[in-house]
């Protein structure tokens, strides 16, 4: 029963998870609320807030699971993708406890986790299965063969799905992060009241670049059109009455069609591929019109739909963990050579 101590670092939350037997044990997050003043991640930053929170992360971790550091049989941490001076923090805490106890180290792939998510409750999907990824930095469609074998058939050509919502939520004039405050008033809102345009790319590939713009104009022109024109441009005064008086309206139709653009593409490659088992991960995965568009796809197709909990949706290191635990029984172990990369997974 191999006990496995993982590290999550690659953006601004520090987590440490403990895995026993593929049983998650326990899963420490700390948030940093210093980014929110910045409207966005400040990597320098980021790094700063893991090296104060990985120790008593850890130690949390442990405590809930009520084991000791020697007790651990592997390390493992995330090896990409993110912020490289985040993900240094991680790597180089779970390196030099594998170092002093003499442990093997495992690396794990931060988007390979957010799929294998879906492994950590007691009901599973069956292999093959297909997974939308959808986080601030990834929106991807992955054919999961087996928890080592993955393949990517389909991402945005552009934005992510996540970086839409708070992108849209910025010029809203929400604050950071706007994403969940967009689901927030989405769901006081008519989704139908305002159309905005489906982009039409070819195969399993999105694309969500169009889609802002044509919001942009839609909100410079107080809603009278997504085609910048002179003659309907607003003042800044005219466009914030515009927004204050429909904003719930605005975010129900605004969140609808990212909705709609991702799970058209998804149950596209789930039917030309004959797949029955459908998941979902990531932190976009969190949004809860998306998890009832996602539950209605199932039941409309007579598909086995299945979402991770809310702490296993954004990051977190009980993903990591999970992971690391196949690669366990695969045999699949790193050096102390190994190196934290910014991007990864294609």
Same mark, same amino acid.
């Given at each position: 029963?191999?006990?496995i ?10 987590s #440490?998870?403990?895995?026993e ?8 997050i700390?948030?940093q /609320?210093?980014?929110? !003043?910045?409207?966005?991640?400040i990597p320098?930053? #980021?790094? =700063? #807030? ?9 130690d949390?971790?442990?405590n809930?699971?009520g084991?000791?550091?020697?007790e ?9 993708p ?6 240094l923090?991680?790597?180089e805490?779970?390196?030099s ?8 180290l495992?690396?794990?792939?931060h ?14 999907p ?6 939308l990824t959808?986080?601030?930095g990834h *929106? ?5 063969? %087996?928890?080592?074998?993955?393949e ?5 050509i552009?934005d /992510? ?10 010029l809203?004039?929400l604050?950071?992060?706007?994403g ?12 139908? +009241?305002? !159309?905005?345009p ?10 969500f &670049?169009?889609l802002? *713009?044509?919001i942009l ?6 809603g009278?059109?997504q ?7 607003a003042?800044?005064?005219e466009k914030k ?9 605005i ?5 609808? =069609? ?8 998804f149950?596209? /490659? ?17 949004? %809860?019109?998306l =998890?009832?568009?996602f ?19 954004t ?9 690391a635990?196949?690669k366990?029984?695969a045999?699949?172990f790193? &050096? ?6 910014? +991007?990864?997974?294609h």
């Open positions: 029963m191999p006990i101590l993982a590290i999550e670092s690659s953006c601004d939350e520090t #440490a998870a403990i895995c037997d593929g049983n998650i044990l326990s899963n420490s700390a948030t /609320a210093v980014h929110a !003043q910045y409207g966005g991640v320098e930053l #980021a790094s =700063r #807030a893991h090296l104060q929170n990985i120790v008593p992360v850890v949390i971790a442990l809930k699971a084991k000791t550091l020697p651990v049989d592997a390390f493992a941490f995330t090896q990409a993110g912020l490289i001076g985040s993900l923090v991680g790597a805490f779970a390196k406890l594998a170092l002093s106890l003499d442990k093997p495992i690396t794990v792939n988007m390979q986790a957010h799929v294998l998510a879906n492994l950590i409750p007691d009901k599973k069956s292999f093959p299965f297909l997974c959808v986080s601030g *929106t991807q469609i992955v054919l999961c063969k %087996s928890p080592v074998e993955m990517v058939i389909g991402e945005t552009d /992510a799905a996540g970086e839409a919502f708070d992108k849209c939520a910025k809203l004039g604050p950071y992060p706007g969940p405050l967009i689901d927030k008033y989405a769901k006081e809102g008519n989704p139908d +009241r305002f !159309q905005f489906e982009p039409k790319i070819p195969g399993y590939n999105f694309s &670049s169009g802002k *713009t044509a104009y839609f909100l410079m022109n107080a009278k059109s085609v910048y024109k002179q003659e309907f441009a003042s800044e005064e009455q515009f927004i204050d008086e429909n904003l719930a309206d975010c129900a139709s605004v969140q609808k =069609r990212i909705i709609t653009i991702l799970l058209n593409k149950s596209k /490659a789930a039917r030309e591929l004959g797949i029955k088992d459908i998941c979902i991960a990531g932190g976009v995965s969190a949004n %809860s019109g =998890r009832a568009a539950t209605e796809l199932g039941e409309k197709n007579g598909w086995n739909a299945f979402i991770p909990e809310f702490q296993y949706c990051d977190n290191a009980g993903m990591i963990a999970i992971t635990y196949y366990l029984l045999g699949d790193a &050096s102390l050579a190994a190196q934290p990369a910014a +991007r990864g997974f």
